[in-house]
């Protein structure tokens, strides 16, 4: 009865570790830090080279600034050969949420591409669909990006790191969110973070009411393209140059976190 007893619990203790996520919300702060190719698999993240060539060789980090970790791609000798950061496993998508991150170069580094993606097999960099095109990160401060997750039966989220211009490029990566959006009508509340908005009655602006002005506020269309970013103006953020539709709405609060959710234009 005792082993009985003992192999339930380990079965038990093996599904729950590999248990799909249905939301992510991942700093990396828990992670260890270290360098090289025996960094992952760590917390149900992985990486994978599939093109690697070159002496030194990729590798993908997690590295800390003061009490802050993030994770670091380091391309190497290689040129125009991707790295895939992937995700634990995710409830397969059924276009009801947002995924968000923060990306930079690192100082002193040349630019290189970031492109997200959903991908079926953590190892098979041949099933990457992207979500959105390459973005080239030219800044070397975080900036948010966000890109609603359509419906599929991929069940992993991979990013796809590129150093496009040189060898030698660093790329890094922090802040990964995966939530649903809070609201499909015309009054959203982000209420972590006390921010609410509405669209106004001439579907010309959202009107913002916050303790503190949000730093930044990025639009992307249903597409996942970034069609409007700025900050508030009297507690307002121009839309009158949108077209009709739903779209997704990244805030970065004064604070720094970042929270989504959807608004409608007629």
């Known amino acids: 009865m005792n082993l009985k007893l003992l192999f339930g619990a380990l079965?038990?203790?093996?599904?729950?570790?590999?248990?799909?996520?249905?939301?992510?919300n991942e700093n990396f702060n828990a992670f260890a830090e270290g360098q090289g190719q025996t960094?992952?698999?760590?917390?149900?993240?992985?990486n994978v080279f599939p093109a690697a060539?070159?002496?030194?060789?990729?590798?993908?980090?997690?590295?800390?600034?003061?009490?802050n970790k993030f994770v670091q791609s380091y391309s190497g000798a290689n040129q125009n050969s991707p790295q895939y950061l992937i995700s634990p496993q995710i409830v397969t998508p059924t276009g009801d949420k947002t995924l968000s991150f923060k990306a930079?170069?690192?100082t002193g580094s040349a630019p290189g591409t970031?492109?997200?993606g959903l991908v079926s097999s953590p190892s098979d960099m041949t099933t990457f669909v992207a979500l959105g095109n390459p973005?080239?990160?030219?800044?070397?401060?975080?900036?948010?990006?966000s890109f609603p997750v359509p419906a599929s039966t991929s069940s992993y989220i991979a990013f796809k790191f590129v150093g496009a211009i040189a060898p030698h490029t660093v790329l890094e990566l922090d802040d990964v969110t995966y939530v649903g959006a809070l609201s499909t009508s015309n009054v959203a509340v982000a209420s972590k973070e006390n921010i609410k908005?509405?669209?106004?009655?001439?579907?010309?602006?959202?009107q913002f009411i916050a303790k503190k002005d949000p730093k930044n506020i990025q639009v992307y269309s249903a597409a996942g393209q970034k069609v409007a970013e700025g900050k508030l103006n009297n507690q307002r953020f121009d839309i009158s140059k949108l077209q009709t539709g739903i779209y997704y709405i990244a805030i970065e609060t004064a604070e720094g976190s970042v929270t989504q959710s959807k608004f409608i234009k007629k």
């Open 197 to 206: 908005f509405a669209v106004n009655t001439e579907n010309t602006a959202l």
């Open 135 to 145: 973005t080239m990160l030219t800044s070397d401060v975080f900036q948010t990006y």
């Open 11 to 24: 079965v038990f203790s093996t599904i729950t570790a590999n248990a799909q996520l249905a939301t992510i």
């Open 39 to 46: 960094v992952f698999p760590q917390n149900q993240w992985n």
């Open 104 to 106: 930079r170069r690192n």
């Open 53 to 67: 060539v070159g002496n030194p060789p990729p590798m993908m980090n997690v590295v800390a600034s003061g009490s």
């Open 114 to 116: 970031i492109q997200v």
